[in-house]
């Protein structure tokens, strides 16, 4: 079982650049959900998706969308990435959001604007 | 506004002692608390969970209490080893999703 799985690793892009993050669980997990972890801020919601086909905005979804291809798969895109968005992402699932389940991350997801 | 905070300063303890680590919400009352485990360059991984019902609960060295009145939760670590170094964080949800504090850094030296 790989369970929560992010590509790529690490990124470094352009100011106005776009590109996607990956994710996949292999856990049949019905919630799946996208934060940011920036130095001091702690792990910060950007979206989530608490079912196949449907997605929701967090609290900093500015410069960002998701789409929830499937019930294994949640992806992140930024479409013209800004300096703002340095940062290290994490995916997550979840067997059901809203119960005390326990959040699966993935190992991240390293990104550098310039 | 509802806040999650932990102690944002680095907690350094000898092997052996016990280590406290404190997360305090204020205006709101969660159902439950979450506590994680964080290495560096890795993604959190879930250590316990406690109820508002729940004055305590163990796992192994680990103890989670839980005061509704003080609003804080209170993480320890007993006979702590340097294995034990990493950053924790504490997770009450909010709307149904789990909300983050910064998380306390531990250092456990031999």
């Known amino acids: 079982n790989a369970g929560v799985t992010q590509t790529p690793k690490f990124q470094v892009l352009k100011t106005g650049q776009s590109m996607t993050l990956q994710c996949a669980q292999d856990?049949?997990?019905?919630?799946m959900y996208w934060y940011r972890q920036d130095p001091g801020m702690g792990l910060r919601l950007i979206y989530y998706?608490?079912?196949?086909?449907?997605?929701d905005k967090g609290e900093v979804p500015n410069g960002y969308n998701v789409s929830r291809l499937n019930k294994r798969e949640f992806s992140l895109r930024l479409e013209s990435a800004a300096p703002s968005q340095t940062s290290v992402y994490f995916c997550?699932?979840?067997?059901?959001?809203?119960?005390?389940?326990?959040?699966?991350f993935g190992e991240g997801s390293r990104l550098t604007v310039l | 506004s509802q806040k999650i905070e932990q102690n944002s300063e680095a907690l350094n303890i000898q092997e052996g002692k016990t280590a406290t680590l404190t997360c305090n919400y204020t205006?709101?009352?969660?159902?439950?608390l979450q506590w994680y485990r964080q290495d560096p360059g890795r993604g959190p991984v879930f250590l316990l969970l406690?109820?508002?019902?729940?004055k305590e609960k163990r796992k192994e060295r680990l103890k989670v209490t839980f005061d509704t009145t003080l609003k804080q939760s209170l993480f320890h670590i007993t006979a702590s080893q340097p294995a034990d170094s990493a950053t924790y964080l504490c997770?009450?949800?909010?709307?149904?999703?789990?909300?983050f504090g910064q998380g306390t850094e531990l250092s456990v030296k031999p």
């Open positions: 997550a699932s979840s067997e059901l959001m809203g119960d005390t389940g326990e959040l699966f």
């Open positions: 998706s608490a079912s196949e086909g449907t997605t």
């Open positions: 406690i109820r508002e019902n729940e």
């Open positions: 856990m049949n997990h019905n919630s």
């Open positions: 997770a009450p949800p909010r709307g149904g999703k789990l909300i």
């Open positions: 205006n709101y009352s969660p159902a439950y």
